[in-house]
């Protein structure tokens, strides 16, 4: 089993709002992961993290901020939500490691949350 | 432009038969590559890896292939159950990211009816 949590799993809210999803591993990964799928879609990344105070984003434009103040814990803000922000969430971690030797490099994924903005 | 390209559409088939799914890359150089589980309203779960330079890997009843000449991945499910309908996800790790970050394609979604 993962140790990797989000909350909330679900979120409705209204336009204009601020919204954080909150992300947290206990497993020590340095490197953690915001994805946002949408249905049917590919997993488009669009914030990461190489460890503490080190943020950057991903392939996909995304008016979300992170920040990562702690080791285990990787918060995704969206300052003003817009229907357009409506989709699945999904955070991330994985060892430090290019997927040589034992290490798979494989991605341990939270259960994700699924915004809705009306 | 790069692409990940599964099973254009979904994958049905019955109880105890192979379920053979595709992924296919362009102008990606991989150093490995990934496959993921995925269910309705959950996160991915990491299945199996292969590297540039490996043919094949299996795991229980699982096969992956990989052709880096057809730029292609099999994943096959042998003696296939209901419980193993879910959608499955490939993901590569490209040599030319500077970063070690994952690609994915849009999955492949699989129903293995009784």
């Known amino acids: 089993e993962a140790d990797i949590y989000q909350t909330p799993r679900y979120l409705v809210i209204g336009t204009g709002k601020k919204i954080t999803l909150e992300c947290s591993q206990t497993m020590g990964h340095d490197k953690m992961y915001w994805y946002q799928q949408d249905p049917g879609m590919e997993l488009h990344l669009i914030h990461y993290?190489?460890?503490?105070?080190?943020?950057e984003k991903g392939d996909l434009s995304s008016e979300s901020t992170v920040s990562r103040i702690r080791t285990e814990h990787f918060p995704l803000t969206l300052e003003s939500a817009r229907p357009s922000h409506t989709s699945q969430y999904l955070c991330?971690?994985?060892?430090?490691?290019?997927?040589?030797?034992?290490?798979?490099?494989?991605?341990?994924f939270g259960e994700g949350s699924r915004l809705t903005v009306l | 432009s790069q692409k990940i390209e599964q099973n254009s559409e979904a994958l049905n088939i019955q109880e105890g038969k192979t379920a053979t799914l595709t992924c296919n890359y362009t102008?990606?150089?991989?150093?490995?590559l990934q496959w993921y589980r995925q269910d309705p309203g959950r996160g991915p779960v990491f299945l199996l890896l292969?590297?540039?330079?490996?043919k094949e890997k299996r795991k229980e009843r699982l096969k992956v292939t990989f052709d880096t000449t057809l730029k292609q991945s099999l994943f096959h499910i042998t003696a296939s159950q209901p419980a193993d309908s879910a959608t499955y996800l490939c993901a590569l790790r490209d040599r030319g990211s500077t970063l070690g970050r994952l690609y994915f394609g849009r999955g492949t979604q699989l129903t293995v009816w009784p």
């Open positions: 993290s190489y460890g503490v105070n080190s943020t």
């Open positions: 102008n990606y150089s991989p150093a490995y």
């Open positions: 292969i590297r540039e330079n490996e």
């Open positions: 991330a971690s994985s060892k430090p490691g290019t997927g040589s030797g034992g290490n798979t490099g494989e991605l341990f």
